[in-house]
C-alpha cells in the first residue's frame, strides 16, 4: 500500500498503480495512521469506510482520517489518484488546526461523506493534481513546502465543493458550538459518556448544547456519543483479540455487562455475535479470546 515516504509526510500516486499491486487479490479492510485521500476518477465496486458502505462513483473523493477503517471492493481496474499525509506534515507544511478543522472533510462519526464533483469542479482541481505529480517526482528546493502549498489548495477546494453540494440549513462547522461538542467528543468518548460531560467542559447546559446539536444535525447529542463509542467497539472487534471485558473497560465501562446491554440495544446483537460476523467475512480479523 502507499506509504508516506520518502517525503517526509507526504506521497502521491494513481489508482491504477496501486491496483497493479494487487495481483488481482481482493483488499482486505485495514486502517492507516494517516490521513488518506481517494479520487475515483472511474470506478466501478463499493468502498467500505467504517462499516459503512459507499458505491463508488466518477468523480468522487473520499478522505480518510487516521484510524478509520476502509476497504475498496473493485469489479475492474479503477482510474484515480490517491494521496496520503501525516498529522505532521499536514500541520507544518498545509494549514494551521483551527482552518483544517473548519473545512471539515476528515471524519464526522456517523457518517463520512464523500464529495462528488461537478464537471467544472474536476476540472478546476486535477491541474493541481498534475502539479503534486511533478513536484514529487524528484528532489526539489523547497519541496515540501511547494507540496503543501498544492495539498492546501486541493483541500480547500475540496471543502468548497462540498459547501455547494449542501442544500437547506447550513454547514454545522458554522457553528461554534457543535464543532467544540464533537471535537471534546472525539478526544474524551472513552471517559466521557454523558451529555452533561460535554456540556460542563463547554460550560452550557445539556439542555441547550443538546437543542443546538440536533438541530444543527438531525440527532442529539446523546446518539453522537453513543455513535462513537459504538464505532470504537466495531474497530477494535475487527483489529485486536482483546475480549468482551477489555473492550469494555478499554471504551470506559466499569462493567461489561453494561457494555455487551449498551451495544446490543445499539446495534441489535451481541458483541460476540458481532465479531463472529466479521469474522466470517474479514479473513483478517484476529480470533475472540475466549
Known amino acids: 500500500m ?13 489508482m491504477q498503480a496501486i491496483d497493479a499491486l494487487s495481483n488481482g487479490q481482493p483488499a482486505l479492510p485495514h486502517r492507516h495512521y494517516h490521513y488518506t485521500v481517494i479520487w475515483a476518477m472511474q470506478a466501478e465496486g463499493i468502498h467500505y469506510i467504517d462499516f459503512q458502505a459507499f458505491p463508488l462513483q466518477p468523480n468522487t473523493i473520499y478522505f480518510i482520517a487516521p484510524e478509520q477503517m476502509h476497504r475498496l471492493a473493485l469489479v475492474k481496474p479503477p482510474t484515480g489518484e490517491v494521496i496520503i499525509f501525516t498529522a505532521d506534515f499536514l500541520f507544518a507544511h498545509v494549514m494551521s488546526v483551527d482552518l483544517f478543522n473548519q473545512i471539515d472533510l476528515f471524519f464526522n462519526c456517523s457518517q463520512t461523506v464523500p464529495v ?24 526539489r528546493f523547497h519541496q515540501q513546502a511547494a507540496l503543501g502549498a498544492l495539498l492546501r489548495l486541493f483541500l480547500l477546494y475540496c471543502g468548497r465543493a462540498r459547501l455547494t453540494g449542501q442544500v437547506g440549513s447550513p454547514p454545522t462547522k458554522i457553528i461554534p458550538l457543535v464543532k467544540d461538542f464533537k471535537k471534546g467528543v472525539e478526544a474524551h468518548f472513552q471517559q466521557l459518556h454523558k451529555v452533561s460531560h460535554y456540556a460542563d467542559l463547554l460550560n452550557v447546559t ?51 455487562a453494561h457494555f455487551s ?22 479473513p483478517n480479523t484476529p480470533p475472540k479470546k475466549p
Open 2 to 14: 502507499l506509504s508516506p515516504t520518502p517525503l517526509a509526510g507526504f506521497a502521491i500516486k494513481t
Open 261 to 282: 446491554k449498551f451495544f446490543k440495544n445499539c446495534v441489535g446483537s451481541s458483541y460476540s455475535d458481532f465479531r463472529d460476523r466479521l469474522a466470517a467475512t474479514s
Open 116 to 139: 462528488v464533483l461537478t464537471s467544472a469542479q474536476a476540472e478546476t482541481i486535477h491541474p493541481l493534481i498534475d502539479a503534486m505529480h511533478r513536484e514529487s517526482e524528484i528532489e
Open 206 to 256: 445539556a439542555h441547550h448544547l443538546n437543542e443546538t446539536f440536533k438541530a444543527a444535525t438531525g440527532s442529539s447529542a446523546k446518539e453522537h456519543i453513543q455513535a462513537r463509542i459504538i464505532l470504537e467497539a466495531k474497530r477494535l472487534a475487527h483489529s485486536t483479540h482483546q475480549s468482551v471485558k477489555e473492550v469494555a473497560f478499554e471504551l470506559g465501562f466499569a462493567d461489561p
